[in-house]
Protein backbone atom coordinates (compact mmCIF):
# COMPACT_ATOMS: atom_id res chain seq x y z
CA UNK A 1 0.00 0.00 0.00
CA UNK A 2 1.04 3.19 -0.56
CA UNK A 3 2.09 5.24 2.07
CA UNK A 4 2.35 9.27 2.93
CA UNK A 5 3.83 10.57 6.33
CA UNK A 6 3.61 13.72 7.16
CA UNK A 7 6.19 14.62 9.88
CA UNK A 8 3.90 15.97 12.76
CA UNK A 9 -0.11 15.50 13.60
CA UNK A 10 -0.31 18.69 15.76
CA UNK A 11 2.08 21.47 15.48
CA UNK A 12 2.02 24.78 17.68
CA UNK A 13 4.30 27.85 16.48
CA UNK A 14 4.60 31.21 17.43
CA UNK A 15 3.90 34.30 15.06
CA UNK A 16 6.91 35.07 13.08
CA UNK A 17 8.59 30.97 13.12
CA UNK A 18 9.81 29.69 10.47
CA UNK A 19 7.83 26.52 10.07
CA UNK A 20 8.70 23.29 8.08
CA UNK A 21 6.15 20.82 7.32
CA UNK A 22 8.18 17.38 5.86
CA UNK A 23 5.93 14.93 3.45
CA UNK A 24 7.42 11.88 2.35
CA UNK A 25 5.57 8.56 0.47
CA UNK A 26 7.36 5.58 -0.37
CA UNK A 27 5.70 4.20 -4.06
CA UNK A 28 8.11 6.29 -6.25
CA UNK A 29 5.40 8.90 -7.07
CA UNK A 30 6.63 11.64 -9.09
CA UNK A 31 4.25 14.09 -8.24
CA UNK A 32 3.50 15.44 -5.16
CA UNK A 33 0.92 18.25 -3.37
CA UNK A 34 0.53 20.71 -0.75
CA UNK A 35 -3.13 21.61 0.70
CA UNK A 36 -4.78 23.26 3.04
CA UNK A 37 -8.00 22.46 4.65
CA UNK A 38 -10.27 24.79 6.54
CA UNK A 39 -14.36 24.74 7.76
CA UNK A 40 -16.28 25.85 4.52
CA UNK A 41 -13.35 26.57 2.12
CA UNK A 42 -12.27 22.98 1.51
CA UNK A 43 -8.96 21.80 0.44
CA UNK A 44 -7.17 24.99 -1.39
CA UNK A 45 -3.48 23.97 -3.41
CA UNK A 46 -0.88 25.62 -1.96
CA UNK A 47 2.19 24.18 -4.19
CA UNK A 48 2.64 20.78 -6.14
CA UNK A 49 5.65 19.46 -7.79
CA UNK A 50 5.86 16.97 -10.91
CA UNK A 51 9.16 16.16 -10.67
CA UNK A 52 12.43 16.48 -8.19
CA UNK A 53 13.54 20.39 -8.17
CA UNK A 54 10.63 21.30 -10.14
CA UNK A 55 7.50 23.16 -8.50
CA UNK A 56 4.31 25.05 -9.11
CA UNK A 57 1.89 27.48 -7.62
CA UNK A 58 -1.18 26.46 -6.51
CA UNK A 59 -3.94 28.70 -5.63
CA UNK A 60 -2.79 30.23 -2.69
CA UNK A 61 1.15 30.06 -2.38
CA UNK A 62 1.37 33.41 -0.92
CA UNK A 63 3.14 32.99 2.31
CA UNK A 64 4.31 29.43 1.13
CA UNK A 65 7.65 28.09 0.22
CA UNK A 66 8.66 24.96 -0.81
CA UNK A 67 11.00 22.44 -1.28
CA UNK A 68 11.44 19.01 -3.23
CA UNK A 69 15.40 17.70 -3.36
CA UNK A 70 14.55 14.29 -3.35
CA UNK A 71 11.91 12.94 -5.13
CA UNK A 72 9.94 10.65 -2.49
CA UNK A 73 10.50 14.35 0.21
CA UNK A 74 8.21 17.46 -0.66
CA UNK A 75 8.55 20.25 2.09
CA UNK A 76 6.19 22.72 3.03
CA UNK A 77 8.04 25.86 4.69
CA UNK A 78 6.12 28.62 6.24
CA UNK A 79 9.23 31.68 6.12
CA UNK A 80 7.43 33.61 8.97
CA UNK A 81 4.44 32.04 10.26
CA UNK A 82 1.41 34.20 11.15
CA UNK A 83 -2.19 33.35 13.05
CA UNK A 84 -4.15 33.21 9.79
CA UNK A 85 -1.78 30.02 9.08
CA UNK A 86 -3.46 28.58 11.53
CA UNK A 87 -5.07 25.15 9.47
CA UNK A 88 -5.05 21.61 8.65
CA UNK A 89 -1.97 20.69 5.97
CA UNK A 90 -2.82 18.04 3.81
CA UNK A 91 -0.23 16.33 1.32
CA UNK A 92 -0.61 14.04 -1.23
CA UNK A 93 1.04 11.99 -3.97
CA UNK A 94 0.25 10.36 -7.49
CA UNK A 95 2.06 8.40 -10.33
CA UNK A 96 3.11 10.45 -13.10
CA UNK A 97 2.44 8.29 -15.94
CA UNK A 98 -1.79 8.90 -15.62
CA UNK A 99 -1.86 12.55 -14.01
CA UNK A 100 -5.76 11.52 -13.50
CA UNK A 101 -4.50 8.95 -11.08
CA UNK A 102 -6.22 9.13 -7.64
CA UNK A 103 -4.60 11.18 -4.82
CA UNK A 104 -2.90 9.50 -1.52
CA UNK A 105 -3.00 11.57 1.07
CA UNK A 106 -0.94 12.15 4.21
CA UNK A 107 -2.55 12.25 7.57
CA UNK A 108 -2.47 15.68 8.15
CA UNK A 109 -0.59 18.29 10.30
CA UNK A 110 -3.44 20.08 12.42
CA UNK A 111 -1.18 23.41 12.90
CA UNK A 112 -1.74 26.63 15.64
CA UNK A 113 0.15 29.50 15.04
CA UNK A 114 -0.20 32.16 18.22
CA UNK B 1 -9.89 27.83 -7.94
CA UNK B 2 -12.70 25.45 -7.02
CA UNK B 3 -14.79 23.68 -9.64
CA UNK B 4 -16.77 20.99 -7.86
CA UNK B 5 -19.86 21.87 -5.68
CA UNK B 6 -21.02 19.68 -3.66
CA UNK B 7 -24.76 19.51 -2.47
CA UNK B 8 -26.13 19.71 0.23
CA UNK B 9 -23.42 20.69 2.72
CA UNK B 10 -24.81 18.08 5.19
CA UNK B 11 -26.94 15.71 5.23
CA UNK B 12 -27.99 13.32 8.59
CA UNK B 13 -29.72 9.77 7.78
CA UNK B 14 -30.24 6.88 9.83
CA UNK B 15 -28.24 3.92 9.67
CA UNK B 16 -29.46 0.91 6.73
CA UNK B 17 -31.21 4.51 4.73
CA UNK B 18 -29.55 5.13 0.92
CA UNK B 19 -27.38 8.64 1.20
CA UNK B 20 -27.09 10.87 -2.08
CA UNK B 21 -24.57 13.80 -2.61
CA UNK B 22 -24.19 15.32 -5.44
CA UNK B 23 -21.50 17.67 -7.12
CA UNK B 24 -21.90 20.00 -9.76
CA UNK B 25 -18.51 21.75 -11.51
CA UNK B 26 -17.80 23.88 -14.26
CA UNK B 27 -15.61 23.06 -17.45
CA UNK B 28 -14.91 19.97 -19.53
CA UNK B 29 -13.45 17.01 -17.19
CA UNK B 30 -11.00 13.78 -18.09
CA UNK B 31 -12.71 12.32 -14.78
CA UNK B 32 -14.43 12.85 -11.79
CA UNK B 33 -13.41 12.17 -8.16
CA UNK B 34 -14.79 10.89 -5.05
CA UNK B 35 -13.00 11.25 -2.09
CA UNK B 36 -14.23 10.02 1.97
CA UNK B 37 -12.10 12.29 4.97
CA UNK B 38 -12.87 11.09 8.51
CA UNK B 39 -12.75 13.62 10.95
CA UNK B 40 -9.50 14.89 11.72
CA UNK B 41 -7.97 12.19 9.46
CA UNK B 42 -6.62 12.45 5.27
CA UNK B 43 -8.53 11.83 2.42
CA UNK B 44 -9.14 8.53 0.75
CA UNK B 45 -9.54 7.40 -2.58
CA UNK B 46 -12.91 5.81 -2.98
CA UNK B 47 -14.02 5.94 -6.78
CA UNK B 48 -13.02 7.53 -10.05
CA UNK B 49 -15.15 7.47 -13.17
CA UNK B 50 -13.96 8.87 -16.81
CA UNK B 51 -15.58 11.66 -18.56
CA UNK B 52 -16.24 8.77 -21.19
CA UNK B 53 -18.39 6.35 -18.26
CA UNK B 54 -21.92 7.28 -17.25
CA UNK B 55 -21.98 4.74 -14.35
CA UNK B 56 -19.60 3.24 -12.24
CA UNK B 57 -19.82 0.77 -9.23
CA UNK B 58 -17.84 -0.23 -6.03
CA UNK B 59 -18.99 -2.36 -3.14
CA UNK B 60 -22.48 -0.17 -1.58
CA UNK B 61 -21.04 2.91 -4.15
CA UNK B 62 -22.35 3.93 -6.82
CA UNK B 63 -21.65 6.78 -9.14
CA UNK B 64 -22.98 8.32 -11.62
CA UNK B 65 -21.51 11.46 -14.59
CA UNK B 66 -23.64 13.23 -16.41
CA UNK B 67 -21.21 15.60 -18.34
CA UNK B 68 -24.48 17.36 -20.48
CA UNK B 69 -25.50 18.75 -16.75
CA UNK B 70 -21.74 18.74 -15.21
CA UNK B 71 -23.13 17.24 -12.51
CA UNK B 72 -21.94 13.95 -11.17
CA UNK B 73 -23.86 11.62 -7.95
CA UNK B 74 -22.82 9.53 -4.94
CA UNK B 75 -25.04 7.11 -3.74
CA UNK B 76 -24.29 5.17 -0.26
CA UNK B 77 -26.59 2.52 -0.15
CA UNK B 78 -27.66 0.47 3.31
CA UNK B 79 -25.46 3.31 5.50
CA UNK B 80 -23.74 2.19 8.42
CA UNK B 81 -22.52 4.34 11.23
CA UNK B 82 -18.97 3.83 9.90
CA UNK B 83 -20.13 5.80 6.78
CA UNK B 84 -19.64 9.30 9.06
CA UNK B 85 -17.20 11.38 6.91
CA UNK B 86 -17.07 14.30 4.64
CA UNK B 87 -17.29 13.61 0.93
CA UNK B 88 -15.46 15.16 -1.54
CA UNK B 89 -15.82 15.30 -5.34
CA UNK B 90 -12.53 16.17 -6.94
CA UNK B 91 -12.23 17.53 -10.84
CA UNK B 92 -9.12 16.32 -13.55
CA UNK B 93 -9.84 19.00 -16.20
CA UNK B 94 -8.99 18.76 -19.43
CA UNK B 95 -5.30 19.91 -19.76
CA UNK B 96 -1.74 19.89 -17.36
CA UNK B 97 -3.49 21.24 -14.50
CA UNK B 98 -3.54 19.61 -10.85
CA UNK B 99 -7.16 18.05 -9.86
CA UNK B 100 -9.87 20.55 -8.52
CA UNK B 101 -11.65 19.71 -4.79
CA UNK B 102 -15.26 20.82 -3.99
CA UNK B 103 -16.15 21.92 -0.27
CA UNK B 104 -17.70 18.58 0.58
CA UNK B 105 -20.86 16.91 1.96
CA UNK B 106 -20.53 16.11 5.64
CA UNK B 107 -22.60 12.72 5.94
CA UNK B 108 -23.86 11.73 9.62
CA UNK B 109 -25.58 8.20 9.95
CA UNK B 110 -27.56 7.74 12.84
CA UNK B 111 -27.35 4.17 14.36
Known amino acids: DVKVTQSSRYLVKRTGEKVFLECVQD?????MFWYRQDPGLGLRLIYF???????EKGDIPEGYSVSREKKERFSLILESASTNQTSMYLCASSPYRDRAHEQFFGPGTRLTVL | SQQGEEDPQALSIQEGENATMNCSYKTSINNLQWYRQNSGRGLVHLIL?????REKHSGRLRVTLDTSKKSSSLLITASRAADTASYFCATDARGNTPLVFGKGTRLSVIA
Open chain 1, 27 to 31: MDHEN
Open chain 1, 49 to 55: SYDVKMK
Open chain 2, 49 to 53: IRSNE
